[in-house]
């Protein structure tokens, strides 16, 4: 799940970052409608605002401007999911630094630390 909610913020910045690359090696051409660059950034920037905006208003039109982007939203929620398991992973650091102690302790090496 965690997963999820990290491409669903990454994938549309790299895929725009993407695009722009493209469109600064085209140069002005880039943003005419000569070549599909410029209605593909603009998909992709719309892309980043649609799928929380839809996701708080349902079937409801929404105006743009109350929504947060699903940046934030997918970012916080990973940051959620990341402080639940900080307990655990508090453990799991606490029993390699006794492993390490006693492995210390066995070997007669002093940590210099």
């Known amino acids: 799940m965690k997963e999820i909610g990290i491409a669903k913020f ?6 725009l970052q993407v695009v722009d690359r493209a469109i600064q090696s085209y140069g002005a051409e880039g943003l005419s409608q000569d ?3 410029a209605n593909i950034a603009a ?18 039109a929404i105006f743009l401007t109350s929504c947060q982007g699903p940046d934030e939203v997918h970012i916080q929620q990973i940051g959620k999911t990341e ?8 453990k799991k650091t606490e029993d390699v630094k006794r492993k390490e102690q006693a ?10 630390l």
């Open 10 to 15: 990454v994938v549309p910045q790299m895929a």
């Open 35 to 37: 070549t599909p660059l």
């Open 43 to 60: 998909g992709l920037r719309t892309l980043r605002f649609a799928d929380v905006c839809t996701s708080l208003s349902g079937r409801k």
């Open 83 to 90: 402080l639940k398991r900080s307990p655990l992973l508090k």
């Open 103 to 112: 492995l210390y302790k066995k070997s007669g090496i002093k940590a210099h």
